[in-house]
Each structure stands twice: as C-alpha cells, then as structure tokens.
C-alpha cells in the first residue's frame, strides 16, 4: 500500500487539499480530527490530559479553550500534551492503515500538520507540502474567529518554517494560485501513485541482530 503524507501549516490550504484526495476516492486519515475524537467524550485521551492538566475536562471531555490557554506560549507544558497525544495518534493512525490494508486499497493519504516535525515523514512513500505565501495564510487565517496576527506568529515559531518545509517534501503544491492548479496536480498526484508499491505498509518484520 502506497503512503502519502500530506502536511502544511495553518492556512496553507491542507484541508482543501485533503478533500480533494476524498473526492478522487482515496483514504485520508486526519490527525486533527483523531485528536478531537481522543479529547472528546469518552476519548482515551481525557482522563490522561485531566491528570496532567486538573480542570481542563468538562462533562467527560476536554475543553479544547481552557486546554490551549494553559499550554499556548508555555514550552514545557507543550511537550508534557504532545507526549501523552502523540503515541495515541499513532495507535490511531495505524488502526486506519491496518483496516485499509485489509479493504485493498493501494493509495492512503495521512493529513499531518506536524509530518516533519514529528518525523511522521519516515513512514511515507511520497510527501506532500501545501504553502501559499505569507499574505494569503494571514488573510485566511485572520478571518477565522478569535484569530490574531500574535496569535498566527506564535503558532509559526512553534512549526518548522515554511521554507525548510519546501527543501524536505517530495512535492510542493502552491494553494494561493487557486483551487484548479491544485486540483490538477492532485489529480495527477493520484494517478502517478495509485499502481505504485509502497516501502512502508505492511510493516517489515525487524531481523533480529
């Protein structure tokens, strides 16, 4: 089973694209949303994010506000969230690869807005980076409700930059020209991917040493 990982950072049109990827059939597991699921009610994450961070669930499910005023600008309490969320999603992520193994399907795509920086780049066939430039990620961005041009900046300091994100990817896809470049290229994406054997999935058995 051939592995696309898909990444950008916020505002860079990573959700558009992954829709996209739907519409031509293919799988798309999305991170963000395995991590809403893991804090949501009854997710596995809540009691793990409760005792690391006391009040933060309300009615069985973690406050997503409260959580982020908490770890927003604080490194340490950053990493204290990604280490209890991060091996989750993986358990999740390789639920969703092992099911769709099963399906047959020969085409999976893995939407990662931290693909690099978590080193989740390793499991894939071929990566995909959506940018636009800076402007159009602020105009998008600042248009979303109780979003700040502070706010966009911190979250930028806490990625890899964008440019050093362009260098690692197999494939670069400029979303600020408009959704029918991007449309195409996915479409060929696609195309050039479907037939082809992936290196990653299944997992190979280790040789003991």
């Given at each position: 089973m051939f592995i696309i990982g898909l990444t950008g950072s916020i505002?860079?049109?990573?959700?558009?694209?992954?829709?996209?990827?739907?519409?031509?059939?293919?799988?798309?597991?999305?991170?963000?949303?395995?991590?809403?699921?893991?804090?949501?009610?009854?997710?596995?994450?809540?009691?793990?994010?409760?005792?690391?961070?006391p009040g933060v669930a309300r009615d069985g499910q973690i406050d997503r506000a409260l959580l982020g005023s908490r770890v927003f600008g604080?490194?340490?309490?950053?990493?204290?969230?990604?280490?209890?969320?991060?091996?989750?999603?993986?358990?999740?992520?390789?639920?969703?690869?092992?099911?769709?193994a099963l399906q047959g399907r020969p085409l999976v795509v893995l939407?990662?807005?931290?693909?690099?920086?978590?080193?989740?780049?390793?499991?894939?066939?071929?990566?995909?980076?959506?940018?636009?430039?800076?402007?159009?990620?602020?105009?998008?961005?600042?248009?979303?409700?109780?979003?700040?041009l502070e706010?966009?900046?911190?979250?930028?300091?806490?990625?890899?930059?964008d440019r050093e994100k362009r260098q690692r990817a197999d494939i670069v896809l400029e979303t600020g020209l408009g959704k029918r470049p991007v449309w195409l290229a996915i479409q060929a994406i696609v195309r050039q991917s479907v037939h082809r054997k992936g290196a990653h999935w299944p997992r190979r058995a280790k040789v003991p040493g």
């Open positions: 505002g860079m049109g990573k959700s558009t694209a992954s829709s996209m990827f739907r519409r031509l059939g293919v799988a798309v597991q999305d991170s963000d949303a395995a991590v809403h699921k893991l804090m949501a009610h009854g997710g596995r994450a809540v009691s793990l994010v409760e005792r690391a961070f604080d490194p340490a309490a950053l990493k204290c969230l990604e280490g209890i969320l991060h091996p989750l999603v993986a358990q999740e992520r390789e639920h969703f690869l092992r099911q769709q939407d990662v807005p931290l693909l690099f920086e978590t080193g989740g780049d390793r499991d894939c066939d071929l990566t995909v980076l959506v940018t636009a430039p800076p402007f159009v990620q602020e105009s998008r961005v600042l248009r979303r409700p109780g979003m700040s706010k966009l900046n911190r979250i930028r300091t806490q990625q890899m930059p």
